[in-house]
């Protein structure tokens, strides 16, 4: 079974930095990734998503990762915060079960918390 | 917004009592997952419906079943509720991105807590 592990429960940062919110999975041959972002009080939105091709995947909000096979990685960055930014960012990778479905597999997710 | 609706947004019941949850999914969208988020087990797999039959489970109680209607909304139905069940509780619907791989959308989720 797939796994999902975020290195970091919490990153402070102040505003205007840079960030980069760590994110390895357990390999696979095929791997689908995702990042998800949980404002306060809300539900989960799609930041980005990484299915083939390029290995630098853009998303909303400024956020980009980078897919990295030889060390099981998809960590998602970000040249400068914004006060906004705040919340738990959480990255998933896609399973497949029978009948040619998916389940999404989530890490513990990362509380970004950014300072003025 | 990403399309899905979930009610009631909170919920408050007592332990013993039965709670259903309902999702409506994006338009078009065949499939309907369920997940929970609790603070000890984070988020997790409940089960999936595809087209108003049952696909896939995962972590769920057998005092938790699901079921996805005509109209494709589903519902998450709770009983014999315990202090544990109290969690967030979302709902996804999907679309097939590329082949046969999918891109959940998740609501808002509900929040329930059991007294």
């Known amino acids: 079974a797939q796994s999902v592990t975020q290195l970091d429960s919490q990153v402070p940062v102040f505003e205007e930095a840079p960030v980069e919110l760590r994110c390895n999975y357990s390999?696979?041959?095929?791997?689908?990734l995702f990042w998800y972002v949980q404002y306060p009080n809300q539900g989960l939105q799609l930041l980005l998503k990484?299915?083939?091709?390029?290995?630098l995947v853009k998303g909303i909000n400024g956020f980009e990762a980078e897919f990295n096979k030889s060390q099981t990685s998809f960590h998602l960055r970000k040249p400068s915060v914004h006060i906004s930014d705040t919340a738990e960012y959480f990255c998933?990778?896609?399973?497949?079960?029978?009948?040619?479905?998916?389940?999404?597999?989530f890490g513990a997710g990362t509380r970004l918390a950014v300072h003025p | 917004d990403s399309g899905v609706t979930q009610t009631p947004k909170h919920l408050i019941t007592a332990t013993g009592q039965r709670v259903t949850l309902r999702c409506s999914p994006r338009s078009g969208d065949l499939s309907v997952y369920w997940y929970q988020q609790s603070l000890d087990q984070g988020l997790q797999f409940l089960i999936q419906y595809y087209n108003g039959e049952e696909r896939a489970k995962g972590n769920i109680l057998e005092r938790f079943s699901a079921q996805q209607f005509p109209d494709l909304h589903s519902e998450l139905n709770l009983s014999s509720l315990e202090l544990g069940d109290s969690a967030l509780y979302f709902c996804?619907?999907?679309?097939?991105?590329?082949?046969?791989?999918?891109?959940?959308?998740f609501g808002p989720g509900t929040r329930l807590l059991v007294l």
């Open positions: 998933a990778v896609s399973e497949r079960f029978s009948g040619g479905y998916n389940k999404l597999i």
């Open positions: 996804a619907s999907s679309v097939r991105d590329q082949g046969l791989q999918e891109t959940q959308y």
């Open positions: 990484y299915l083939s091709g390029s290995t």
């Open positions: 390999s696979s041959v095929s791997v689908y």
